[in-house]
């Protein structure tokens, strides 16, 4: 090794005696801005021959120092104002300072920077400085903890940060949630959807959903998730008004118009009409009453006597019933004698005696109404004398209330039986006959027992025949 001690001596093999290196020593120079010039040599290498010359902003105030002590000298002060241009928004605002080494100081004004949510930025100031000269570096000041930036100077503005009311996906009014105002997450409260379906009727039942909304002067809504398909039948009230619902399941508009018929009968009750519905209803009352009416006469029968009304076919009650002007034949009791009166002094007739024309029967309405004279007299002894022939010998007395409420076909049930006779003969051709078909449903039953337990017998035989063809199948002998 040379006399350096970091090069070898690249000489063939001497006596000791190297010459000095001859080598450049390269080390970096206590400044850390340069490396030593001088011969490799052994020791601390000279200090830095550079002289630095440190100067404000402006160069008007300057002074040298020698390389690598500039960072502990200090800034020198200069009376002129700083000359340098801010570059943050608040050039026009800023109070004027001196001149000075090293970067301009940050702003202290608030930002106030627009968002585009409409908010303005509340920090501050945090825009571009005018970068210090990189000639010279100085010893930075310590910055105390408690007056620390807000944020770093040219860096942009931090999301919005004020808190503000935001509504849920399905827009419903009362589920807000207070958010901070940059962040864009969504989210779906508990309600139902209650958006109006496409219908027009009836209203979305899912759980809230997303909904965009476009703002038009048409108030239509774009949706990002579609509502519930309406699948509930029309509900709307038809126009004019009807009791039959419509056939078309839910949907929007006007329900078409209703072409069902509707009977209904004319006011006397002669014959039913059938209208189409939207034409009977879209008709006045007036109107109904015309198109009901069947043209013809009165079908109704007079309260007080057996004729119809005479009047063509009307509403309510049938005019005048008391005053009926039909001819009634009138007899007397034998029906002898007979005339013609009008239905109305036939009906004073009977008011006169104490009884009530509703009461009359058709068949005996008129009759008994004229008295009867010597001619009837003859005739009214040969009917009696006919009766009493006709009449059974016996005759049981029965109970009038109960004769009144019997049926006519049990009445005449129990008048044949009481004429008919039965002979000693039948009865006992009758009780032969009973008697010759039990026997012959005891035989049958002996016979079918007999040859059912016969057939058991055999069954049983022939299945133990089978079971042994079986075993000498299965274990033949050798």
């Known amino acids: 090794m040379r006399d350096c001690g970091r090069h070898a001596c690249k000489r063939r093999c001497c006596d000791g005696n190297c010459p000095p290196c001859s080598e450049v020593c390269d080390k970096r120079l206590r400044c850390k801005n340069h490396k030593c010039p001088a011969p490799c040599h052994r020791g601390a290498c000279a200090p830095c021959p550079v002289i630095v010359t440190i100067s404000c902003a402006c160069g008007e105030t300057h002074f040298e120092v020698p390389c690598g002590t500039e960072m502990d000298q200090k800034p020198p002060k200069c009376r002129k104002l700083c000359q340098i241009t801010p570059l943050c928004r608040h050039a026009s605002n800023l109070k004027p300072h001196r001149c ?29 400085r005018p970068p210090p000269n990189p000639e010279f570096m100085l010893k930075p000041k310590k910055k105390k903890l408690n007056h620390q930036n807000e944020c770093t100077p040219g860096t942009p503005c931090p999301p919005c940060p004020e808190l503000v009311w935001r509504p849920c ?98 006011h006397c009750g002669a014959m039913v009409h059938a209208f189409e519905c939207i034409y009977y209803n ?6 109904q009453v015309a198109v009901r009416s069947c043209g013809g006469p009165c079908h109704r029968k007079l309260p ?15 005019p005048a019933p008391d005053k009926c002007s039909k001819r009634v034949t ?22 006169d005696t104490g009884c009530d024309p509703k009461d009359i029967s058709k068949n005996q309405f008129g009759l008994g109404l004229l008295p009867c004279n010597s001619d009837c007299k003859s005739k009214i002894q040969e009917v009696d004398s006919s009766l ?3 009449k059974p010998k016996v005759l049981e007395k029965k109970d009038p209330e109960l004769e009144k409420h019997r049926p006519k076909r049990r009445k005449r049930r129990d008048q044949f039986q009481e004429g008919k006779q039965v002979s000693r003969l039948q009865q006992f051709v009758a009780t032969m006959k009973r008697l010759l078909l039990y026997i012959i449903i005891v035989l049958a039953l002996i016979v079918v027992t007999y040859y059912g337990y016969k057939g058991l017998l055999r069954l049983s035989d022939w299945m133990n025949d089978i079971e042994a063809q079986r075993e000498r199948r299965r274990h033949p002998r050798i």
């Open 100 to 128: 000075h080494y090293g970067a301009c100081p940050q702003c202290r004004l608030l930002c106030e920077e627009e968002y585009p949510c409409g908010h303005k930025c509340n920090l501050r100031c945090h825009g571009p």
């Open 169 to 266: 996906v399905g827009q419903h009014v009362g589920a807000e949630r207070m958010m901070v105002c940059s962040d864009r997450a969504r989210f779906s409260c508990d309600n139902l959807c209650g958006n109006l379906l496409p219908c027009g009727n009836h209203y979305c039942t899912k759980t809230c959903h997303p909904l965009e909304i476009q703002s038009s002067l048409s108030g239509y809504h774009k949706r990002s998730e579609s509502c519930e398909e309406c699948n509930l039948p029309c509900q709307k009230e038809r126009m004019p008004k009807c009791s039959h619902p419509c056939p078309l399941p839910c949907h929007p508009g006007e329900c078409p118009p209703c072409k069902v018929l509707v009977k209904r009968s004319c």
């Open 282 to 287: 879209s008709l006045s009352e007036k109107d």
């Open 304 to 318: 007080n006597c057996t004729h119809l009304c005479p009047e063509t076919c009307h509403v309510g009650q049938c």
């Open 330 to 351: 009138v007899r007397c009791k034998c029906q002898t004698l007979k005339k013609e009166w009008v239905c109305q002094d036939v009906q004073a007739a009977y008011r």
């Open 388 to 390: 009493q022939l006709r």
